[in-house]
């Protein structure tokens, strides 16, 4: 930490180039997006970075002494339960209504981040204060972009960091390709390789999630924070400006895709050291023979208000199994809890996922819990509820990470099966591959986006790093004038052509009548 410190000092009274200002903006209040923003500013502090950071949760490297933490407040969405959802048919493997009806989510969330948390007084205060010199702004790439505009209030470079894979609308801002083909749309649940169905799925999921958020979502958006900025504000523009697009994911476990040189993956830059589990934890997990099954729906869902019905289908699986399960209860505690059975609260999920018994984990397909078991190696037997955890499980199930199970359908046979493949040493050893195929890498994650966020500022805005296709009208893009100008030259010629043969042989055809009529004149006389 000395060292840090020192360091910071230095860059203070000599101001080398390498250290900046840097504004980091989290506007969404779930825990997933927290930890991996909170990682990135640990990250960048203890690179000597002056940073600032607008959160709803307080960081964990708040003590600093170049971290300054604006806590943002306003409305919002606390927490899931699963009556919820089970409303909104999601659990549903087989069902792609929540790919559509998130639409209106997402609106809800955008409308909320806007309205409520961007005009709290911290945040216009900190706008507003023309002591304030930022020489990059780092915002979440997520419902809504009405902080976007910040950066440019600041004269600095946008860096947008989206802590899933990329929303449908954030492709066109970078000029990133999103053939429906083979890059599964967020919001779509589908795997890459796709059958006929899923790719109707996959491109109807991916133009209305766009549509919608252009003409509900942004438009709105940019109508409301008007005020805000003192000006006319079109983000759908403004974000075409990002310098850089940091997304936490990594291509072993969400796909390999295409990417332009402005978008930098960092998947995995929240796993830290592995750190002690708690002791009962630990003997119990110690003490088990044939290993552990860690069992945890992530932080947004209440676990405690799991189906009654499901949780008695879960326990009779487990039941079943030599392993003993560590299952993330939100309750004191669990009726008719079989002997096998340990609920906690709260657990350790990385420190424990990396124990060397536990050999499964039943998860919700979360991208940070996924992640951290794909690096962990240990085989997880997914049952996406919401969000991108339809897609994540398709792509862990795809690279051999899992397998993916319906949660509404299941009963006690499938729950029992799932798991008992997951824990299958060849599955096992699937898992251990992947889990090196996604470790095995240049650079670390955290050390990737300090590079680049550094390259950024290096090279003022860095916009180079752009393609030609940002900002490219959509006819223009897709090639339609050019297709159009070929087709035009391609019927120009056929037609020209079969006019100049139909008149040669109309006057072939003349010539032969006319020389026969000669030929019959002669004979006659
Ligand atoms: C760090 O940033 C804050 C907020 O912009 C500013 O007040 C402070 O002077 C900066 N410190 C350095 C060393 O640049
Ligand atoms: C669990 O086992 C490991 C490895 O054998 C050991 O280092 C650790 O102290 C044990 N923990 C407990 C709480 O028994």
């Known amino acids: 930490m000395w060292l840090t410190r020192v360091f910071v000092v230095f860059c203070a009274i000599i101001t080398i180039a390498h250290c900046s200002n840097i504004l980091v903006i989290l506007p969404t209040f779930g825990p997933s997006h927290f930890y991996a ?7 960048l502090s203890n690179r000597g970075h002056n940073i600032t950071f607008m959160s709803p949760l307080v960081p964990k490297s708040v003590k600093s002494k170049n971290v300054k933490h604006i806590p943002l407040t ?32 997402f609106h809800n969330m955008a409308m909320k981040t806007c309205g409520s948390v961007l005009p709290t007084e911290s945040v216009l205060n900190t706008i507003n204060n023309t002591d304030n010199k930022f020489d990059i702004v780092i915002v979440e790439a997520f419902v809504t972009d009405c902080f976007a505009p910040i950066a440019k209030e600041f004269n600095a470079s946008l860096v947008l960091f989206s802590t ?11 000029g990133q390709p999103d053939n429906p083909a083979y890059i599964p749309s967020l919001m779509s649940g589908v ?9 109707v799925v996959n491109v109807m999921v991916h133009l209305w999630q766009q549509f919608f958020r252009y003409v509900f979502i942004a438009r709105f958006n940019d109508v409301e924070v008007k005020d805000i900025y003192g000006k006319p504000i079109d983000s759908g523009k403004l974000i075409q400006d990002t310098s850089l697009m940091l997304t936490n994911t990594y291509f072993p476990l969400n796909g390999a895709f295409p990417n332009v040189p402005a978008k930098v993956d960092i998947g995995g830059i929240h796993i830290g050291k592995l750190k002690a589990v708690p002791e009962n934890i630990e003997k119990w997990i110690n003490e088990s ?65 990396c124990h060397p018994n536990v050999k499964a984990f039943i998860a919700h397909g979360g991208l940070l819990g996924t992640t951290e078991a794909v690096h962990c190696g240990v085989p997880v037997v997914v049952m996406p509820q919401f969000g991108d955890q339809h897609t994540n499980a398709r792509a862990l199930e795809a690279g051999g990470g899992g397998v993916v ?6 009963d006690e046979e499938m729950v029992y099966n799932a798991l008992k493949t997951v824990l299958d040493p060849e599955f096992n050893k699937k898992a251990k591959e992947l889990s090196a195929r996604f470790r095995d890498r240049p650079m670390s994650p955290m050390d990737t986006a300090i590079y680049w966020i550094e390259y950024v500022a290096r090279h003022k805005g860095a916009h180079h790093m752009r393609t030609a296709a940002v900002g490219m009208p959509l006819y223009q893009y897709l090639l339609l004038d050019v297709f159009g100008f070929l087709a035009v030259c391609t019927l120009s010629i056929l037609f020209i052509g079969i006019y100049v043969t139909k008149l040669f042989f109309r006057l072939v055809m003349s010539m032969f009548s006319k020389s026969d ?8 006389n």
Do not use: C
């Open 37 to 43: 923003f909170d990682a990135l500013v640990t990250g």
């Open 74 to 105: 306003g409305d919002h969405v606390d927490g899931i339960t699963f009556d919820i959802l089970s409303s909104h048919g999601a659990g549903d493997t087989d069902s792609h209504a929540p790919g559509f009806l998130s639409a209106f989510a």
């Open 164 to 174: 899933s894979m990329l929303m449908p609308w954030y492709y066109d801002s970078i």
């Open 191 to 199: 795997p890459s390789k796709m059958k006929f169905k899923e790719r």
């Open 289 to 353: 023979k044939d290993g552990v099954i860690y069992f945890s729906m992530g932080s947004m869902i209440k676990g405690h208000t799991f189906p009654e019905e499901k949780r008695k289908i879960f326990l009779k699986a487990f039941g079943r199994l030599k392993q003993r399960v560590l299952w993330k209860w939100e309750n004191e505690t669990m009726p008719d809890k079989p002997d096998n059975v340990m609920i906690q609260k709260w657990m350790p999920q990385y420190d424990i996922l």
């Open 405 to 410: 199970l319906n949660f509404r359908e299941a």
């Open 517 to 524: 009529k000669k030929q019959k004149k002669l004979k006659k």
